[in-house]
């Protein structure tokens, strides 16, 4: 509510959000879109009437002068979208503000400003950053489903961890029903189905959620103890993959990762790569392979940001071809004091 010229003017968000598909080639907003409103539709804000309405009385006596019923962009997660297009250099983007534009436009003007002209962002922006996003957000019927979930969430109580449901399950790795035969409870990070934690027999398997401790506490703290103490086995295939080739490869490495990364062939490096202020980038593994060829492995969620940052940096007229293999292998990870054992 707020008071608008003598008179009061009411909206909300519904559970219930209606998409804008025109079904137009090129994106549901036509060219000549601009200030410009759809039909009422009443039946469709009753729901918010009604509430209103018990809040405040008078509302079921007094006239409407205009329904304001236009189109607001969302984003599949509700948060806006800022940085540089990583298929295009130098094409920065500020758009999808989930109907908060002025009160975001003056922080997110300045730093998208200083973006530009220092090359790089002035502070820690992941959250809205444009490189969050994958190949997988080309699909607009995955992204419609997702966003209307998200602003049909808008104003729900948030739980810590809560997962979205929609789109789901989108990406799979080949052992997939083999993990949910052993009653993995599924988390999502960018389209890839991961497990989060096993149910243990007589609990159901799935997320309780809640403001305390949520019924995954115990079964991951044992899972947690058995690795540290024994041993487990993970499903990483989710994590993004790149090979970087080429006889400038291990030159090109040098200097984009902050540890050093010439070591013999077969051996593994952790480390991150900075950017000019010291802060950390990116934070992943770089084995070597071969003389010129190089296997990167980095989270999930990073798979664009850390594509694009490491092209970025690869420095002019080097001989080095940066590839994401990111579906062409599974990732086991063996883990714990007695990984060696189940080896030999």
Same mark, same amino acid.
């Given at each position: ?78 948060? $806006? ?18 109907? $908060? ?96 934690? $096993? ?17 995954? $506490? ?127």
């Amino acid at each position: 509510f707020k008071e608008e010229v003598g008179g009061l003017v009411m909206g909300g968000y519904e559970p219930n959000p209606q998409a804008w598909a025109t079904g137009l080639a090129g994106g549901d907003v036509p060219n000549d879109w601009e200030f410009r409103l759809f039909d009422d539709d009443y039946d469709h804000f009753e729901q918010h009437m009604s509430q209103a309405i018990a809040r405040v009385p008078a509302l079921a006596h007094v006239g409407v002068k205009q329904m304001i019923n236009g189109p607001e962009s969302f984003t599949q997660d509700g948060n $806006f979208i800022l940085g540089v297009a990583p298929e295009c250099s130098n094409m920065f983007v500020g758009a999808g503000f989930n109907a $908060f534009g002025i009160a975001s436009g003056g922080g997110a003007g300045w730093v998208l400003a200083q973006w530009v002209v220092d090359g790089e962002a002035p502070l820690d922006l992941w959250v809205v950053d444009i490189r969050r996003f994958s190949g997988l957000h080309r699909d607009r019927d995955w992204v419609r489903d997702r966003t209307l979930e998200a602003y049909g969430k808008h104003y729900t109580i948030g739980f810590p961890h809560e997962e979205y449901l929609s789109g789901r399950p989108r990406i799979v790795s080949p052992l997939y029903e083999r993990l949910k035969k052993h009653r993995a409870v599924f988390g999502s990070k960018l389209g890839w189905e991961r497990p989060n934690w $096993f149910a243990p027999d007589g609990a159901a398997a799935e997320d309780v959620y809640s403001m305390g401790r949520q019924n995954w $506490f115990g079964p991951v703290g044992d899972e947690h103890r058995h690795v540290r103490e024994k041993v487990g086995i993970f499903d990483q295939s989710s994590f993004a993959k790149y090979e970087l080739t080429g006889t400038d490869a291990l030159k090109a490495l040098d200097w984009i990762c902050a540890n050093d990364v010439n070591k013999p062939v077969g051996r593994l490096t952790y480390t991150q790569l900075l950017n000019t202020r010291g802060g950390i980038e990116a934070d992943l593994t770089v084995s070597r392979l071969g003389e010129d060829r190089f296997y990167i492995v980095t989270g999930t969620g990073f798979r664009t940001h850390d594509l694009s940052w490491i092209s970025d940096h690869i420095g002019s007229g080097l001989d080095a071809r940066l590839t994401d293999v990111t579906e062409e292998y599974g990732t086991l990870s063996l883990m714990g004091p007695r990984a060696r054992d189940v080896l030999q």
